[in-house]
């Protein structure tokens, strides 16, 4: 029995005394937002379950896991987002790539991205003014379902041809009785 709850009382214990890391002017939350003023620039913003506000400047990465990126003023190098939204507003500028997977992309008017822009499995929104300086790639989600939904059809297709033979078997085996 004190082996079994060594192991659970060890990893406590381990959390507990765990020291957080720490940089100069980077922001790391979990389910918290990052607001980012115009007098208080950072460096790298990483937030999980959170969502990332620039109105001043990133100096670094923002890295965002199942939160929204909304860039009103400058973020000097790569801006990421894993399954949450992208919105820039008008005159906002994006120094590295902006890459979003299984999110929309919302631009405002003469928005700069200095590298590549990818809309992987979600909606790009961008007028002509946005200028990109590398690859625009824009993978909708269709691309995506249509596969698995063809297979469904296909399996399914199966199912009732195995079913639809399976009831002739029996019914020629097992004729109905006759008529009195």
């Known amino acids: 029995m004190t082996r079994v709850l060594l192991l659970p009382l060890l990893a406590v214990a381990l959390a507990v005394t765990a020291t957080p890391a720490h940089a100069d002017q980077d922001a790391v939350q979990f389910g918290n937002d990052i607001n980012v003023s115009a007098g208080n620039p950072i460096h790298d913003a ?3 379950f959170c969502s990332v506000h620039v109105d001043g400047e990133a100096n670094g990465d923002i890295v965002v896991f199942f939160g929204n990126v909304q860039v009103a003023g400058e973020a000097h190098h790569d801006v990421v987002s894993f ?3 992208v919105t820039a507003g008008d005159n906002a500028t994006i120094g590295g790539s902006m890459v979003t997977f299984f999110g929309s992309v919302r631009l405002g008017e ?3 991205v200095g ?3 990818v809309a992987f499995a979600g909606a790009l929104h961008a007028p ?3 200028s990109v300086h590398g690859n625009r790639v824009e993978v909708p989600c269709i691309v995506f379902s249509l596969p698995p939904l063809m297979l469904l059809v296909v399996i399914l297709a199966i199912v009732f041809a195995y079913r639809s033979h ?3 078997q029996l019914m020629y085996m097992y004729p109905p009785p006759p008529h009195p």
Do not use: E, I, L, Y
Request: net charge positive; aromatic share 12%; proline share 0%.
């Open 166 to 168: 399976r009831r002739q």
């Open 110 to 112: 003469n928005v700069s």
């Open 46 to 48: 990483v937030c999980f």
């Open 83 to 85: 399954f949450g939204n």
């Open 115 to 117: 590298k590549d822009m």
């Open 128 to 130: 002509a003014s946005v």
